[in-house]
C-alpha cells in the first residue's frame, strides 16, 4: 500500500482523552499520563491500547502536559527528519520536567512508535531525560518496563514480536469503550513485507502478521456492545490480512469482513490502507455483498508511471491498476476513491509526472493525499540517482494538488441533493451543531440535538464546502443504522 498511515504524519498530533480510564486505579493513587500521538491511525489506535494497559496500574489520562507524572510520545518515522523533530519536543519536555521537579514532583518520559524503533538506545543517549524506549510491538509491557525504569534502568525494548503484543494486550474494558466516540479503530494487521523503495515500514514495523480472527471478533463485539457502530481496521497493509480462523483456516480480508458484518450493532464497516497487489476477488465481492461496508476505498498508486512505479518497487502497472478501479466500480459504482501520490521520486521526468496526471484524470478521486518525495535514511530510494531538485517537486505537487481538491469538489457537489445515512459522532463548533459521518468518510455538518451522538440518521445534503457536507436532519427518521440501509439518492 502506503498509505495515509505512513506518510501522514505531524498533520495529527492529539493527546488522548483525559476522558478515558478513570475507573481502574490501583490503591487509589491515581497518576496522571500525556500520551502525544504523531502520525497514523494505526499510532491512535496504538496510544488507546496504551492507555487501557495503564488504567489498572492507577493512571488517568491527562490533556495537560504540566500535570503529567508520565509522558509517552508515540511517534511516526515517516516525515523526513522526524527523529530531529522528536528530540526538538523532548527539549521542551525537558522544561516541564525541570519546572516540575521544583515543586517536588517527579516525570518520567518515555518514547515510543515508530522512531523508538528506529533510533533505540541513541534516544536515551541524545535525552537523558527519556526513562523508555518502546517500540510499537511491546506496549503490553508497559507495566513491567515502567517497573524497571522507575527502579533506575534506562529501558529500552524494541523487540520485533507482534504477536506477543496482541495476544498480551488486555481485552479493553467496556467503561474505557464507552468513553471513546462512536466510530472507532481496531487494527488487524501490522508490518509489511512489500519494501517500497521509498518506505521505512518494513523496517521499523517488521514483517507482517496478523491477529487471529478469534481476537479480532472478540474485540470487535466488546466494542459493539458498548456502543461503537462503526470500526475501521486498521493495518500498515491491510488487505493482506491473513489470519488464522478457530478452525485453523487462514482467512482473507473479504471472510473477516463477512464475519464482522454478523455482529449485531455493528452499522458500518472500513478499512485501511490497502495495496492493489492484495485486492483479492473475495475482498472486491464483499464491497457488493455488505452493507455495512461503507463506500469507500483508500487504494494508493503511487505514481501513474510504469518506470517509477518499477523504482518503487510497487509490484504493480498502472494498467493492473486501471483494470482493478474497473473491477471495483463494477461491483461499487458510487464508491468513493482515494489514494496517495507521491511526486519527484528519483528519476521522475515531466513525462513521468504528466503520467500520474493522466492517471488521477481518468480514475476520478474523491480524495487524495500528496507528498513531495523525501528520502529515509536506510530505504533504497535514498541512495537513487537522479534525485529530484526540490523547486521541481514543489511546482509538480501543487499542480496535483489542484486537480485533486478540482476532482474532489465536483464528488462533493454530486452529493447535493441526496439523503444519505449520517453517523454522527461530536458536537459542531457552532451552538446546536453536531458533525458526523457520510457513507462516503466526508464529514457533515448539521444542526441536532446532541442526544442524537452515537446514532445514524438521514440527512438530506444541502450544501458543499471544499472538504465538509452540510446537512438537514430529515424530521421523524429513527436510527436508521441497525436496518444497516444503504445510501440511496433523493428523488
Ligand atoms: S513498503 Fe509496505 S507499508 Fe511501505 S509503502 Fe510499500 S506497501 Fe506500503
Redesign the pocket.
Known sequence: ???RP?QDMETNVTAVSAADMTDARKGGNTRKVFVRTYGCQMNVYDSERMTDVLAPEGFEATDDLEDADLVILNTCHIREKAAEKVYSELGRIRKVKEERAKSGKDMMVGVAGCVAQAEGEEISRRAPIVDLVVGPQSYHQLPSLLEKARAGSKVVETEFDIDAKFNHLSERAEKQVLKRPPSAFLTVQEG?D???T??V??YTRGAEVSRSVEQIVSEAERMAAAGVREITLLG??VNAYHGTSPDGAVWGLGRLLRRLAEIDGLDRLRYT?S?PRDMDDDLIEAHRDLKSLMPYLHLPVQSGSDKILKAMNRRHTRDEYFRLIDRIREVSPDIALSGDFIVGFPGESDQDFEDTMDLIRQVGYGSAFSFKYSSRPGTPGATMDEQVPEDVKSARLAALQALVAEQQKAFNASRLGMTCDVLLEKTGRNPGQLVGKSPWLQPVQLDAPEDLIGSIQAVEIVDIGSNSLFGRLIAGQDDLGRSGRIPAPAA
Do not use: L, Y
Open positions: 500500500m502506503t498509505s505512513e509489511c512489500k519494501f517500497c521509498f518506505c515500514v518494513p500498515q497493509n490502507t495495496h
